[in-house]
């Protein structure tokens, strides 16, 4: 590792920092093959996580509400895994217009609520949450779905990330490389 001096001679101290790419390189495959995606994608029990210390019915009330204004938490009982969701919340806190944009259904059956969540990044795969839970117990059946159009997407911002990453690795060697050179043309003048 080069010492804060000579970083301080290419001006590069803060400019050479790496984000960390938010998905990996071959998204699908990783759905398809990893062991924890294979448990989440097959239909398992879920439970609500929120307000826990509460009584039920409060927290039924605050389920309910979380649902209609677009977010909720729940747990994998298989895998023990938490996730937040975050989805389109209902028009009005109720219904939407459109029954196929719903992404949260209180009237498809009587008791429980359909949702179907907005896309997250698990472990660098795009995904979505697909399930009901039921109104009176909170705990239902869920899984996870590769999520193909924000994977293509996020898979795109990560080869434009990977491409600017190497421009200014070239950059950065290519200084480098002169400045080796005028060091080297400094000690051949020091010597002659």
């Known amino acids: 590792m080069l010492p804060l001096d000579a970083l301080a001679l290419y001006g590069q101290e803060k400019k050479f920092l790496f984000n960390m790419p938010r998905v990996v390189a071959d998204q699908k495959t990783k759905f398809d093959t990893?062991?924890?995606f294979r448990r989440l994608s097959r239909e398992g029990e879920v439970r609500y996580t929120g307000y826990r210390d509460r009584p039920l019915e409060e927290r039924q009330m605050r389920f309910q509400n979380g649902c209609r204004e677009g977010h909720t938490e729940l747990v994998f009982l298989s895998t023990g895994i938490n996730i937040q969701l975050i989805f389109r919340p209902c028009a009005n806190g109720y219904n939407t217009?459109?029954?196929e944009s719903k992404e949260v259904d209180f009237d498809k059956e009587q008791g429980k609520v359909q949702i179907k969540s907005g896309t997250l990044i698990?472990?660098?795969?795009c995904v979505r949450w697909r399930g009901w839970f039921d109104l009176e117990r909170l705990d239902g059946v869920g899984c996870l779905e590769y999520d193909e159009e924000r994977a293509q997407a996020e898979d795109s911002i990560l080869r434009e990330q990977i491409e600017r990453y190497n421009l200014r690795l070239r950059d950065f060697e290519k200084k480098q490389r002169a400045y080796r050179?005028?060091?080297?043309?400094a000690e051949v003048?020091?010597?002659t």
């Open 34 to 36: 990893d062991e924890l």
């Open 122 to 125: 698990l472990n660098g795969v």
């Open 189 to 191: 003048e020091v010597n």
């Open 97 to 99: 217009l459109d029954p």
């Open 181 to 185: 050179e005028r060091q080297a043309e």
